[in-house]
């Protein structure tokens, strides 16, 4: 209805790629070279990327929607109509390195207790707070346990990238459609 000249949606370079490569059957290099990893000293950051990895999955399979999926939709309906891509997220690496430097040893406990803790809930809860958190004031509380559980994460993996994204959408030029998360939104508008 827009006819956007951009649509700009919620993912880095590298996370499109992905998408694109797993939509279209291409096979990635699923090996994992431990010791680049070691050697990199990016151990720590293997495993909470994996862990998230795995929770956002596994939330996809249990509601029916693959991770990144509406973002993968919002692309493909803007090269339907004819407009460019913008990808307007920080690149994943940096935010997790952001993340992990920032985060005290008891906020990442906390943060590691949670989502292990969430692998062994009843499914039906999880689905049932999923759905939950669509209605009213629910994602504004989720944002909100968020930022009390682990403020330094907050801070960069939601607002960092709340600001990132808006000075990614000034820079764009014409009609624009923005397409992110609801957690996003309201951040992105206030700045």
Do not use: C
């Given at each position: 209805?827009?006819?956007?000249?951009?649509?700009?949606?919620?993912?880095?370079?590298?996370?499109?790629?992905?998408?694109?490569?797993?939509?279209?059957?291409?096979?990635?290099?699923?090996?994992?070279?431990?010791?680049?990893?070691?050697?990199?000293?990016?151990?720590?950051?293997?495993?909470?990327?994996?862990?998230?990895?795995?929770?956002?999955?596994?939330?996809?399979?249990?509601?029916?929607?693959?991770?990144?999926?509406?973002?993968?939709?919002?692309?493909?309906?803007?090269?339907?109509?004819?407009?460019?891509?913008?990808?307007?997220?920080?690149?994943?690496?940096?935010?997790?390195?952001?993340?992990?430097?920032?985060?005290?040893?008891?906020?990442?406990?906390?943060?590691?207790?949670?989502?292990?803790?969430?692998?062994?809930?009843?499914?039906?809860?999880?689905?049932?707070?999923?759905?939950?958190?669509?209605?009213?004031?629910?994602?504004?509380?989720?944002?909100?346990?968020?930022?009390?559980?682990?403020?330094?994460?907050?801070?960069?993996?939601?607002?960092?990238?709340?600001?990132?994204?808006?000075?990614?959408?000034?820079?764009?030029?014409?009609?624009?459609?923005a397409v992110v998360g609801a957690g996003h939104r309201q951040g992105?508008?206030?700045?």
């Amino acid at each position: 209805e827009n006819e956007p000249d951009v649509v700009a949606v919620e993912l880095d370079a590298a996370r499109y790629q992905n998408l694109l490569n797993e939509k279209n059957g291409v096979e990635q290099d699923k090996d994992i070279k431990i010791r680049e990893i070691i050697k990199g000293n990016n151990l720590t950051m293997f495993l909470v990327s994996g862990l998230l990895s795995y929770f956002q999955k596994k939330i996809g399979d249990e509601v029916g929607v693959k991770p990144g999926s509406e973002m993968l939709a919002a692309a493909e309906a803007a090269e339907e109509a004819g407009a460019k891509v913008a990808l307007i997220d920080r690149d994943i690496q940096i935010t997790l390195k952001r993340t992990l430097n920032r985060m005290s040893f008891w906020e990442k406990a906390k943060f590691v207790y949670s989502i292990l803790a969430s692998f062994f809930a009843d499914d039906d809860e999880v689905i049932d707070d999923i759905e939950s958190i669509k209605q009213g004031d629910a994602l504004e509380e989720v944002m909100k346990y968020f930022q009390e559980m682990s403020p330094r994460a907050y801070e960069v993996l939601v607002q960092e990238r709340d600001s990132y994204m808006a000075q990614m959408l000034l820079n764009l030029e014409g009609n624009v459609v923005a397409v992110v998360g609801a957690g996003h939104r309201q951040g992105i508008q206030q700045k």
